[in-house]
């Protein structure tokens, strides 16, 4: 396998090119040590960050203390997070897969330490209702190379020669030789984009690197190498909405179709476009056993997530408009 060490940091820039207040960059993280919210959530790099912003905006009016309600533990620092006052401290998810399975963990042996999981994916696994995935933006995924790359002419892959990139059938383009990277084991992003090309995990090629933290451009620290970047992540890193890790990768498009629109916003109409989810134990939003905070934070059009279109929107993802809070798309993991 070809590991190599990668930049795992980027600089916080400035003050973002959309002119809007609200854009100042995004809580760097976790709550504060101590503070502890009525909803807890893991999981997802792609969307910690604007639930981050959407853990710092939606107050908590449900008959508890004034104050937030949701808080959004980030999918890396430090190894363990402390989500309740007492009793759970875990082991910090890091991606989708990690995050659903520390939800299902905590519904198993009902501890109350994780009310929700972020998933850039939909359910693996749809034989039960157990898990509802309730949807709350719309992103895309393509490829990033470096701009100073011979990689880097107007790049447009077809689905066809991503899948060849990937299987190590294709090993050079541009001239150029190809140094594939993958995101990390349980990433959200990594099991989307190697579906859309149309390979399994078995199928992934030798000269893949499949450790790099996902939507960190820094990483791509070589002429060759190539990466799945979600466009949303992109698009907030280069306004300035939060952490940049875009190093100077641009991203290429796929099948001729770019990711981006001409203003700079999101083509929601991209070959690789997915919805982007709040993962919540179905139980906890249906009859006698439902949540209201839950209920309330992510359920229907008019919840308190999806009332937030303009700090959703700014941080790069696209609106889902009267699809926003269906809870319909259910599973197990």
């Not at 604007?50 to 905006?57: D, E, I, P, Y």
């Not at 995050?99 to 696994?125: E, H, K, Q, V, Y």
């Not at 890193?237 to 099948?255: A, I, P, S």
């Not at 203003?263 to 006698?288: E, H, W």
Request: hydrophobic letters at 35%.
């Amino acid at each position: 396998m070809n590991v190599k060490s990668r930049v795992r940091l980027g600089a916080v820039v400035g003050a973002a090119a959309l002119g809007v207040g609200l854009l100042a960059p995004a809580a760097s993280a976790d709550p504060a040590v101590g503070e502890y919210r009525q909803l807890t959530g893991v999981g997802s790099d792609t969307t910690q960050d604007v639930l981050n912003r959407l853990g710092a905006v939606i107050t908590d009016t449900d008959g508890q203390p004034d104050g937030q309600l949701i808080a959004s533990y980030n999918a890396t620092g430090t190894p363990t997070i402390q989500t309740r006052a007492s009793g759970c401290s875990i082991n910090r998810p890091n991606g989708s897969s990690a995050g659903i399975d520390a939800l299902r963990n905590a519904i198993l042996n009902n501890t109350g330490c994780i009310d929700f999981a972020r998933s850039s994916r939909g359910p693996a696994d749809r034989t039960t209702t157990k898990l509802s995935w309730i949807p709350f933006a719309k992103d895309a995924v393509t490829v990033a190379v470096r701009s100073d790359s011979g990689l880097n002419s107007d790049l447009d892959l077809s689905t066809d020669e991503l899948r060849d990139i990937y299987t190590c059938d294709k090993t050079t383009h541009n001239d150029v030789a190809l140094t594939p990277l993958l995101p990390q084991s349980g990433s959200g992003t990594r099991t989307f984009f190697l579906e859309k090309i149309g390979i399994t995990e078995a199928q992934v090629g030798t000269c893949v690197d499949g450790t790099v933290q996902e939507h960190n451009g820094n990483a791509l620290d070589s002429e060759g190498d190539i990466a799945p970047y979600s466009v949303a992540q992109y698009i907030a890193q280069t306004n300035g909405v939060v952490t940049d890790r875009h190093g100077v990768t641009v991203l290429g498009k796929v099948e001729t179709v770019a990711p981006r629109n001409t203003n700079g916003s999101l083509n929601v109409n991209f070959p690789y476009n997915r919805d982007v989810y709040n993962v919540v134990p179905t139980a906890k939003i249906t009859g006698s056993t439902a949540d209201a905070n839950i209920v309330g934070a992510f359920v229907g059009t008019t919840s308190k997530v999806c009332a937030q279109t303009s700090h959703i929107t700014a941080f790069g993802f696209g609106s889902l408009g009267t699809a926003c809070g269906d809870p319909a798309l259910k599973g197990e993991r």
